[in-house]
């Protein structure tokens, strides 16, 4: 599902910033993040332990967020990590409908979790929907280049 989301409700403002590696790098503040047009995303996540959640998720399209920093036309992959360092290299057309939500069912993350911000993706497995988002990297990977070497997946989601 994709529609503008209705701000009539305040979102919490996330408090750490998010680092976005493009052609340039640029650091995003939580209210930075908030000034970006927002969008809803309906996504069923599948969690390791089997359960599914399906939630309508608000947040800014990840591709948007480069706007200030350029994404160079070989982008292959994103990588996505973790205020906790959990760290996951995303197929870049897996992540052409990500959001970095900031609320889940229009309650700010924060207010039921111990993290503010999910990297959600529609194509992309439970397990690697990153929690506490805190950096963001478009990179051009070589055919020969595992993208699983560039993960830290040793701290659960």
Not at 19 to 29: E, I, K, P, T
Not at 43 to 57: I, L, P, Q
Not at 127 to 140: L, N
């Amino acid at each position: 599902m994709h529609a503008q989301h209705d701000r009539s409700r305040p979102a919490t403002v996330p408090s750490g910033p998010i680092l976005l590696r493009g052609d340039h790098r640029a650091s995003l503040s939580g209210a930075e993040l908030l000034d970006f047009p927002a969008e809803d995303r309906t996504v069923t996540v599948a969690c390791a332990s089997g359960t599914r959640h399906t939630a309508t998720w608000t947040g800014v399209p990840v591709f948007d967020l480069f706007d200030d920093v350029d994404l160079d036309d070989e982008t292959t992959h994103l990588v996505v990590e973790s205020a906790d360092g959990y760290r996951v290299c995303i197929d870049v057309y897996d992540a052409l409908d990500a959001v970095l939500a900031y609320a889940r069912d229009g309650t700010p993350i924060g207010e039921e979790h111990d993290y503010e911000t999910r990297f959600i993706a529609p194509d992309v497995d439970g397990s690697r929907t990153v929690k506490g988002v805190r950096a963001v990297e478009a990179r051009a990977l070589d055919p020969s280049t595992d993208p699983e070497s560039l993960e830290d997946i040793s701290k659960r989601p």
